[in-house]
């Protein structure tokens, strides 16, 4: 990639920038398929190192806002740049909550490994592969600057949310039918609502590639499909269209 700026080493901290910003994206989308497989195997030690590597996910957003506030301090970015640096904070924040999510579902698995399997638990991992999919589809996104596939993962959060509606209430009937199953149904649930919660946060960072790309947000009211409360959701705010400096 040929130098912008004048200053050799400025391009090189944008590089080192978005390299930890895809490193810990990497790190992220692992925590949850490492997750997936705790529940899926019923494995409490895979399940423990899952929250145990928690801890560098921190360490590499602690990294990236040294950098940001680095390149903020000495130099004074504008336009593209700045967008480039502040869009690395947004997603990194939400990439820290995507694999505090992983490993709020590998906290339960191990939890659930001490009863005997619970029917309904196959759903989680077909919801956590589709929100992997996000996350994937979205940082590779970020990787090739592409906002129209940026879009497309943004679209796809209401097939996750219709997902989590239909196993909340299939884990509601599961529990009404033997009082038995309520405490194995209520981890299954706090474990599909992080993996819908994940979901978000690719849609966040969905967002912010949009607007990294084009200088713009996304014009459409973000699609949400959760009727897990049994109410339509409130609607929207239509999301502000505002050009980048």
Request: aromatic letters at 4%; glycine letters at 4%; zero cysteines.
């Amino acid at each position: 990639m040929p130098s912008k700026h004048t200053v050799r080493s400025y391009d090189e901290e944008l590089r080192r920038l978005g390299n930890t910003l895809t490193q810990m994206g990497g790190l992220a989308e692992s925590q949850l398929a490492a997750a997936v497989q705790a529940v899926v195997r019923r494995d409490s030690a895979l399940a423990a190192e899952v929250v145990g590597t928690d801890v560098r996910v921190d360490e590499l957003e602690t990294e990236i806002d040294q950098q940001v506030m680095r390149l903020l301090a000495l130099r004074q970015p504008v336009g593209p740049d700045l967008r480039e640096i502040v869009s690395s904070l947004k997603i990194a924040s939400d990439l820290e909550r995507i694999a505090d999510y992983a490993a709020n579902v590998a906290k339960r698995s191990i939890v659930l490994n001490q009863s005997p399997p619970a029917r309904p638990s196959f759903a989680i991992p077909r919801m956590a592969g589709f929100a992997q999919a996000m996350i994937k589809e979205v940082l590779d996104a970020y990787v090739d600057r592409d906002a129209e596939r940026a879009v497309a993962v943004w679209r796809r959060d209401e097939e996750l949310d219709e997902m989590y509606t239909s196993l909340f209430r299939e884990l509601l009937t599961h529990m009404m039918e033997d009082a038995r199953n309520i405490t194995a149904a209520t981890h299954l649930l706090f474990m599909a609502k992080n993996v819908e919660r994940i979901g978000d946060h690719a849609t966040n960072i969905a967002e912010t590639v949009h607007f990294l790309v084009r200088g713009e947000r996304i014009r459409e009211i973000r699609p949400k499909a959760d009727r897990s409360v049994g109410a339509e959701p409130a609607p929207a705010a239509p999301t502000t269209v505002g050009e980048a400096p």
